[in-house]
């Protein structure tokens, strides 16, 4: 079985521009969770979808939006982008609803901003 | 709010000893997990042990142990016979089973180095 993947793994962009980050989960499952990881802030919870629709957000600007299809991938788009963006970005995927299996990740997309 | 703490920024341990890792976690949720990461220096996080909180054994995978002591709010990962290749950055995280609430929150974890 496949594993997370996530798309593309690195990222180079400059101040104001937008970036769209991929992610595509386990096959069968349901739920996406997004995490950016940075050496100031450690591994910070930005959003989670269950069957296409946001169950939970984190506290990150609206700059900062996600979506998921009917095929359970997801996109995250980051607009205006500043230099304090620049980190890791890690999709993990779960199978149920309840939140309380093992969260596989993927192997994250580092985005840096110029 | 969810608080995770892990107070050892970095440690070392002799190949083929045994090393703990503390965590402690802070919720006044009575429905949670615990969870333990281990993060190589490629990025990918991966799952090494979960316990539940009414789970009333330790849980175990392997060379991994998760000391779960509940009225100290303490989920320390124990790894026995270390091995070269356990030389990473390890996160402890935890789920709460409040409305609404399904992401991990994680520690800023520790550095663990094996030496030869």
């Known amino acids: 079985k496949a594993g997370v993947t996530q798309t593309p793994r690195y990222l180079i962009k400059t101040r104001g521009q937008q970036v769209t980050l991929s992610c595509s989960p386990i096959?069968?499952?349901?739920?996406v969770s997004w995490y950016q990881q940075t050496p100031g802030q450690g591994l910070q919870f930005l959003f989670e979808?269950?069957?296409?629709?946001?169950?939970n957000k984190g506290n990150f600007p609206g700059r900062f939006s996600g979506r998921q299809f009917s095929n359970s991938r997801s996109e995250m788009n980051v607009s205006t982008l500043e230099l304090g963006d620049s980190a890791l970005y890690l999709c993990?995927?779960?199978?149920?609803?309840?939140?309380?299996?093992?969260?596989?990740f993927g192997p994250g997309t580092r985005l840096t901003v110029l | 709010a969810q608080k995770i703490t892990q107070t050892q920024p970095g440690m070392f341990v002799q190949e083929k000893e045994a090393v703990t890792l503390d965590c402690t976690y802070d919720t006044s949720d009575p429905s949670y997990g615990l969870f333990w990461y281990k993060q190589p220096s490629s990025g990918e996080m991966i799952f090494l042990i979960y316990?539940?909180?009414?789970?009333?054994q330790n849980a175990t995978e392997g060379r991994y142990s998760l000391n779960f002591q509940k009225a100290r709010k303490s989920a320390n990962l124990v790894i026995s016979a270390s091995q070269l290749g356990d030389s990473a950055m390890y996160f402890c995280a935890m789920r709460v089973r409040g409305a609404g609430s399904y992401q991990l929150t994680f520690g800023k974890g520790t550095k663990l180095s094996v030496i030869p």
């Open positions: 979808y269950f069957s296409e629709t946001q169950r």
């Open positions: 316990q539940g909180s009414y789970d009333q």
């Open positions: 096959s069968g499952h349901r739920s």
């Open positions: 993990a995927s779960s199978s149920t609803s309840d939140g309380f299996d093992e969260q596989f």
